[in-house]
């Protein structure tokens, strides 16, 4: 299923990685012949690394920077990580310390992954990005 089959791309934020010089992209989706491009401007239109797209959640952080899939949010006090991601039409935050079935996720679809992503949940846990898993694999 492509990307264009899910989401209506002109009324959704996405970012990827600009494919000539990996610096961050922010815009509108578009896929052509199995290449896929953020859209800034009518004329405007680059080609990213694929597995770097990301969909804004409609959420912010608790310092409110937007939160996207991909993205690693914590609580500065506790430490606690949280990769976003989006299953089932719904955005979630997944334990980074249930790493595996967070790849289960993807290669199993039957497995339910809990940990609706919501505003309330943001600001009582005072959530902020610590970074992402393109740029900060590790985390």
Known sequence: MQYNDIFNYKSIVFRGKNILNNNWIYGYFKQDNNKMYI???????????????GVFTGLLDFTNNRIFTGDVIHNKQYKHKHLIIQFNGTFRAVSTSDYEYVN????????????????????????????????????
């Open 39 to 53: 859209e800034i401007g009518a004329d405007n239109i680059i080609e990213i690394i694929p597995s770097t797209l």
């Open 104 to 139: 289960s996720y993807f290669s199993d679809l039957s497995y339910e992954i809990s940990g609706k992503l919501t505003n309330e949940w943001i600001k009582q846990c005072e959530k902020v990005i610590l970074g992402n898993i393109y740029d900060n694999p590790d985390i």
